[in-house]
């Protein structure tokens, strides 16, 4: 876990410190899988686990603003992280998105957002301009991107951020 702080306060110490939006994406934590027909699952209890763990990964992070998708899977995912900002969780639509003034409304901020394996680095890759991350595979729910756009530069990383329950 220290390690995981130590690259991302890294990651920040070598941005430049004017108007920067940063930028976290993770996809919703392990959904429940049980009946197939369920279009919106609830997390299972290993979803849930993950999710307060992402809010442990991220406490030392102040976000302005988190977003996710309207499904009970990424609002769960969301919600601790959003518990421990004190903010009302924002909800996005990735097939309408539109980039630019997505960027033009949080510019300077630093913001969550929670997704799904196809979205998630779709997203990335419109806020990067470049193709880069592929579709997450269905099993993974261990991505970090981070993205940091200063003036013109951006840079962006990818972690993977395996949770281990602990006994």
Known sequence: MKQI?????????????????????IRHAEKDRADETNKNPDLTEKGNERAH???EV???????????????????????TALNNDIEI????????????????????????????????????KLIKDNKYSQIDDSNNSNLYIVIISEEIISDILLKIEHKKSH
């Open 53 to 55: 763990y992402w809010s």
């Open 5 to 25: 702080i130590l690259i991302i306060a890294l990651f920040f110490a070598f941005q430049s410190f004017s108007q920067e939006s940063n930028y976290f994406f």
């Open 58 to 80: 991220l406490k030392n992070v102040k976000f302005d603003a988190v977003y996710s998708t309207n499904f009970n899977r990424t609002i769960q995912t969301a919600t601790p």
């Open 90 to 125: 924002q909800f996005y639509d990735p097939r309408k998105l539109k980039i630019e003034e997505f960027k033009t409304a949080t510019k300077g901020k630093t913001v969550l957002i929670v997704g799904h394996s196809n979205s998630t680095p779709s997203f990335v890759n």
